[in-house]
């Protein structure tokens, strides 16, 4: 999490694993597997989280069973003190369980809300009722997972959904290049990686396991960072200029 915030991320998502990550593709899986594997729970994770002190916003990115395992009340006080500004909820549809959505409502933590491609105008505008923080847009219909190229209707859908909130878009599933982060970045507010994140996190120098494939692990994801940083900031924009992205 330091890693990420001194290469340049703008936010941290930060991963509670689930036994049954519907959403996930095989990376993420994985990596999910291996946390479960070592004793990680929602407790843990917001452990790490106020171990960190990040000086930038932290987005707790989990599904709605841990959450309610933990006790939503106990989960929202928790992670506010842990030092989360968000939570991002996978498999939560908007209306789902008001009674959830008020809870969060009431707290410091933002709701952040997915919105999908299939996701219909009517449907788009109760989606984004009550969001704050961003909104999370899933660039493409499937699991996580590394892509090779950016949706071409992309600048449609992100001015679908500019046409019914003022929040920021961010567009999150398959992007993992510098070249498609900053592609995206021209008709989007910001970028989310986690696929090709993990898997730089997983680098092991040459195929080894011991403790120096974790040092090219941390080297290969802060060099990714740092690229897809420059690529995000580095968009033109409409009118000329470079903006941040």
Request: hydrophobic fraction near 50%; aromatic fraction near 4%.
């Amino acid at each position: 999490m330091r890693l990420a915030e001194e290469a340049g991320a703008d936010f941290v998502e930060v991963g509670v694993p689930f036994s049954d990550p519907l959403a996930d593709g095989p990376t993420i899986q994985r990596s999910t597997q291996a946390a479960l594997a070592q004793g990680i729970t929602v407790a843990r994770v917001l452990e790490l989280v106020a171990q960190a002190q990040l000086g930038i916003p932290v987005v707790i990115m989990t599904y709605v069973n841990p959450v309610l395992a933990y006790g939503v009340p106990r989960f929202l006080t928790d992670a506010h003190a842990a030092g989360a500004s968000g939570l991002l909820l996978t498999d939560f549809p908007a209306g789902s369980d008001p009674a959830i959505e008020d809870a969060v409502a009431a707290s410091p933590l933002a709701l952040i809300r997915l919105v999908a491609p299939t996701t219909s105008d009517d449907r788009l505008a109760q989606a984004v009722k009550g969001a704050k923080g961003f909104v999370y847009f899933i660039s493409r219909l499937g699991v996580t997972g590394v892509r090779p190229d950016a949706p071409p209707d992309l600048g449609a859908q992100v001015r679908r959904i500019r046409a019914v909130t003022s929040l920021p878009v961010v567009v999150g599933f398959g992007i993992s290049t510098p070249v498609q982060a900053a592609a995206a970045a021209r008709v989007a507010d910001g970028v989310v990686v986690g696929s090709a994140w993990v898997e730089a996190l997983g680098a092991e120098g040459g195929g080894g396991g011991g403790g120096g494939g974790a040092g090219a692990g941390l080297k290969a994801a802060e060099r990714l960072l740092r690229e897809l940083a420059a690529a995000g900031r580095a968009r033109e924009v409409a009118g000329g200029g470079e903006v941040p992205a």
